[in-house]
C-alpha cells in the first residue's frame, strides 16, 4: 500500500515552531543582565530548536521574527536596538516587565496545566502523534511546567492506525478553505481519485473521518472519507465552496457515528431491552446522548436517533444480551441476519463434510 503523501509537501511550508521562538526571544529581551546581539539570538534560539527538535533556523528568520514581534497588530513589542562595542546592536524591551506572555498562571492553574501535559505526554512517541511535541514543548517551555515521569495513567491508543497524520493538513485546509484532490481506497480495493471541498473531521470508534463536500459528475455531495483509506493528499486547482448550511456542532446529533442514513432521514424511538447483567453498565454508559430509561424493571432503553450501520454494529456488539423491541422494521433486519449467522454456524457439532 502506499503511505499516505502529506500536504504540506505540496504546499508553502508554514513556520514551524514559530511560538517556540517568539517564546526564547521574548526572554532575551525581558533580560536586562545581558546583552543580546542578533547574533546571540538566533544561537540562543537554535541551541534549544536543536535539542528539542534537531533544526535550526538562519539569522534572517530571527529578524523577521522580530519584525512579527514589533507589529502593532500581533504583539505590539517594544523592541529597541542599542549600539554595542561599536560595531554591534544589542536588542532589548524598552519596558524591563515587559513580557509577550504576561499572563501569570495561579497555582491552581499551574496544577491543572500539569495534568494536562502529563496526559497529553503519554501519546508522546507515537508515530501518528507527533504532532503533539510542539504542543506539549511550547506548554512546557512557556510556563516552565514539567510533566510527572510516573506513568500512572494509560490511554486506548492505536498506534498502528493509518492517516492520523494527516490530521494537520487536513484540519488546515479546511479552516484555509482549500480544496483537496484526494486519492481514496476502499476496502475492496477500488481506487478513485475525486475533488473534496474539507469541511469538519470526526473520531469515532478509534478512526478518524474527513467530512466534505465531494465533487461529482451529476452533482456534489456530503461525503465522509475514512483517514486510513486515504492514500493520497494533494491541493486541488478548483475554487473552493463553502459550507453555508451545516452547523457540525448539531449535525450528528440524532446518528451514532457518522453515517446520515438517507432512507432514514428523521430520528426514530428505539426501544432496546437488556438483560440484568448487561443493563446497568448500558446506563452507565450510554449508547447516544439521546438515551433515556424507558423501564428500569424491564430494563428497556429508550434512543432518538437515525438508525444506521453504526448502530446496527453496537447492538451486535452486545451479543444475546440485547433485544429489539422497536422499531418493527429494525427488529426484522436484526432477526434476518441473526438467522444468517446461525446458519453459518449450523454444522458446529460437525465440518461441513458431515463428520463428527
Request: some cysteine; hydrophobic content about 35%; overall charge neutral.
Amino acid at each position: 500500500m502506499v503511505s499516505p503523501t502529506p500536504l504540506s509537501q505540496y504546499t508553502m511550508p508554514t513556520t514551524k515552531n514559530a511560538l517556540l521562538r517568539y517564546q526564547i526571544l521574548d526572554r532575551c529581551f525581558s533580560d536586562f543582565h545581558r546583552k543580546y546581539t542578533i547574533d546571540d539570538l538566533m544561537d540562543k534560539v537554535n541551541d534549544v530548536l536543536m535539542d528539542m527538535y534537531g533544526t535550526q533556523v538562519s539569522l534572517r528568520q530571527i529578524r523577521e521574527d522580530i519584525k512579527y514581534m514589533k507589529d502593532r497588530l500581533t504583539y505590539n513589542a517594544p523592541i529597541e536596538s542599542h549600539p554595542y562595542d561599536g560595531r554591534k546592536c544589542y536588542y532589548r524591551y524598552a519596558v524591563p516587565d515587559f513580557s509577550i506572555f504576561n499572563n501569570a498562571l495561579s497555582v491552581e492553574e499551574v496544577a491543572s496545566l500539569r495534568l494536562t501535559i502529563d496526559m497529553l505526554g503519554r501519546f508522546r512517541g507515537v508515530p501518528t502523534n507527533a504532532w503533539l511535541e510542539d504542543v506539549i514543548s511550547n506548554l512546557e517551555f512557556r510556563f516552565g511546567v514539567r510533566p510527572n515521569t510516573e506513568n500512572v495513567v494509560s490511554f486506548d491508543c492505536n498506534d498502528r492506525l493509518k492517516g492520523t497524520e494527516l490530521l494537520g493538513d487536513l484540519i488546515n485546509a479546511a479552516l484555509d478553505h482549500r480544496p483537496l484532490r484526494v486519492l481514496y481506497r476502499t476496502f475492496a480495493g477500488q481506487e478513485r481519485t475525486t475533488v473534496i471541498h474539507p469541511y469538519h473531521v470526526k473520531q469515532f470508534n478509534g478512526r478518524w473521518f474527513l467530512i466534505g463536500l465531494q465533487e461529482g459528475l451529476h452533482g456534489n455531495y456530503l461525503t465522509n472519507k475514512a483517514l486510513d483509506r486515504i492514500v493520497h493528499l494533494s491541493p486541488a486547482d478548483v475554487p473552493f465552496i463553502s459550507n453555508t448550511s451545516i452547523d457540525f456542532s448539531t449535525y450528528f446529533r440524532d446518528i451514532l457515528g457518522v453515517t446520515l442514513p438517507d432512507d432514514h432521514p428523521v430520528p426514530e424511538e428505539v426501544l432496546l431491552k437488556f438483560d440484568a447483567a448487561r443493563f446497568p453498565y448500558v446506563v452507565n454508559k450510554p449508547i447516544h446522548p439521546s438515551q433515556q430509561t424507558a423501564d428500569e424493571q424491564e430494563h428497556i432503553i429508550r434512543l432518538t436517533v437515525r438508525p444506521n450501520k453504526e448502530l446496527e454494529a453496537r447492538i451486535f456488539s452486545y451479543g444475546n444480551q440485547v433485544e429489539v423491541l422497536k422499531p418493527a422494521w429494525l427488529r426484522r433486519q436484526i432477526a434476518e441476519k441473526l438467522r444468517e449467522i446461525v446458519n453459518k454456524y449450523a454444522c458446529v457439532q460437525e465440518d461441513c463434510n458431515g463428520r463428527a
